[in-house]
């Protein structure tokens, strides 16, 4: 089975500067590992993914994550953040042969003026 | 785009009563799954269905459960409403394109106040 800690539950940061939140996770397979965000009052979307390939990902927004394998981790990063980007962020995992999705508690991520 | 509505963006029901939470998808997807979420506890699945007809529980089925008729539609019914069911509920839809199976869209969620 598998499994998602997000350590951080929330992160405050200032406008501009840069975040990067946290996220690992544990399974005896292989997997895919997503972010997905979730803006007040609306449904989950989803930020970025990993499949397979290149370890760095890039998604919306200007956001970005990196697969680590050795560390079974996938952290969520931006360089510079914007007031808009104040939202909930679910790191998720599955495995690559089924289609349930686990997700993480989720960080609360505010940007402050 | 793909787009998945649910019934309800706010529901107010009393201890007992049944509940019917509607959810449609417009993408012709196979997969569909329902989750609430509570803070500090993520989403957690209820139930989920792979094709119409068919349904398999997920980690909190107790006290739910779904009704797929038809491909596009995935109901969500709480038998006898009670006040631990208050939570936001979220629908999901998914395609089992080997493409596209891996990513998940969610509609805005119902917001179910039990009394």
């Known amino acids: 089975a598998q499994s998602v800690t997000q350590l951080d539950s929330q992160v405050p940061v200032f406008e501009e500067a840069p975040v990067e939140l946290r996220c690992n996770y544990s399974?005896?397979?292989?997997?895919?590992l997503f972010w997905y965000v979730q803006y007040p009052n609306q449904g989950l979307q989803l930020l970025l993914k990993?499949?397979?390939?290149?370890?760095l990902v890039k998604g919306i927004n200007g956001f970005e994550a990196e697969f680590n394998k050795s560390q079974t981790s996938f952290h969520l990063r931006k360089p510079s953040v914007h007031i808009s980007d104040t939202a909930e962020y679910f790191c998720?995992?599955?495995?690559?042969?089924?289609?349930?999705?686990?997700f993480g508690p989720g960080t609360s991520l505010s940007v402050i003026p | 785009d793909v787009k998945v509505t649910q019934s309800s963006r706010y529901l107010v029901k009393r201890t007992g009563e049944k509940v019917f939470l509607e959810c449609v998808q417009d993408?012709?997807?196979?997969?569909m799954f329902w989750y609430r979420q509570d803070p500090g506890l993520g989403l957690r699945l209820i139930y989920f269905?792979?094709?119409?007809?068919?349904?398999e529980k997920g980690d909190i089925p107790e006290g739910y459960s779904v009704s797929r008729e038809k491909k596009e539609r995935f109901s969500l019914i709480l038998e006898s409403a009670s006040t631990n069911q208050t939570s936001m509920y979220l629908c999901?839809?998914?395609?089992?394109?080997?493409?596209?199976?891996?990513?998940?869209?969610f509609g805005p969620g119902t917001r179910l106040l039990v009394l």
């Open positions: 999901a839809s998914s395609s089992r394109d080997s493409k596209l199976r891996e990513t998940q869209y």
């Open positions: 399974s005896s397979v292989s997997v895919y």
């Open positions: 990993y499949l397979s390939g290149s370890t």
């Open positions: 998720a995992v599955s495995a690559t042969s089924y289609d349930k999705v686990i």
């Open positions: 993408m012709d997807h196979e997969n």
């Open positions: 269905s792979y094709d119409v007809k068919m349904k």
